[in-house]
């Protein structure tokens, strides 16, 4: 990806569910947007542009690109020199009570059947609460109040998802809330496919980078 987008590409290690709950993933998005801000690393201080910061994830790790830019929105002066541009999220990996369509549709579907989200939101989320918490379902609550502060800072969206994905009406609506609420964003849904699909095609992968690339230029 690094080659195909010409850009120094950083990959954030964070703690996984169940030993650390959400908010701990979004917790390492931020504390490693301070390691790069602070870096002295040649890669980073010689070869990056760290006030041109795009911060992308696939499926959960969509989930935390986008729930670790929210965390940081109201801050981005502490990030200096580092600058978030935009956020690229991939297969957003995002819940809710009420089934969806494509939800009903792919029930049983061989790469992420509806009992694997269901589990993983229950494992992941804070201790008490449902698949409507915000960190599940960003249409459910608070969505006005991010998305003014995004639109604030300027940030603009790219996501990507496809037909074949369980989670596509979810990605779907969540493009939708981002431009009633007057985010720039741009959505590249496709026919067929199915969740991640650029992890075991290559093809796809160097498509997705291509969009990637020119959302970036």
């Known amino acids: 990806m690094a080659a195909e987008i010409?850009?120094?590409?950083?990959?954030?290690?964070?703690?996984?569910?169940?030993?650390?709950?959400l908010p701990a993933a979004y917790e390492d998005g931020v504390e490693a947007l301070h390691w790069i801000q602070r870096c002295r690393e040649a890669w980073?201080?010689?070869?990056?542009?760290?006030?041109?910061?795009?911060?992308?994830?696939?499926?959960?790790?969509?989930?935390?690109?986008?729930?670790?830019?929210i965390?940081?929105?109201?801050?981005?002066?502490?990030?200096e020199p580092l600058k978030i541009r935009g956020l690229i999220l991939h297969h957003p990996f995002f819940g809710g009570i009420q089934r969806t369509g494509s939800e009903l549709r792919l029930e049983n579907d061989g790469?992420?059947?509806?009992c694997a989200t269901d589990l993983a939101w229950q494992l992941s989320l804070p201790e008490g609460v449902d698949?409507?918490?915000?960190?599940?379902?960003?249409?459910?609550?608070?969505?006005?109040?991010?998305c003014s502060k995004i639109e604030r800072v300027g940030w603009k969206l790219l996501v990507?998802?496809?037909?074949?994905?369980l989670l596509h009406d979810r990605q779907v609506e969540f493009v939708d809330m981002l431009k009633a609420n007057g985010v720039e964003v741009e959505a590249e849904f496709v026919r067929g496919d199915y969740h991640v699909i650029g992890l075991f095609d290559s093809s796809k992968a160097k498509a997705s980078f291509g969009l990637v690339k020119n959302f970036m230029a």
């Open 131 to 146: 698949r409507d918490h915000e960190y599940s379902n960003p249409m459910a609550k608070k969505a006005s109040e991010h």
């Open 44 to 69: 980073v201080s010689e070869y990056a542009d760290v006030s041109r910061c795009f911060l992308m994830g696939s499926s959960a790790g969509a989930n935390q690109a986008y729930f670790s830019g």
């Open 160 to 165: 990507t998802g496809c037909e074949g994905d």
């Open 6 to 21: 010409g850009a120094v590409v950083v990959s954030v290690e964070y703690r996984l569910a169940p030993e650390h709950r």
């Open 111 to 114: 790469v992420l059947p509806l």
């Open 71 to 79: 965390r940081v929105v109201d801050s981005v002066a502490d990030l």
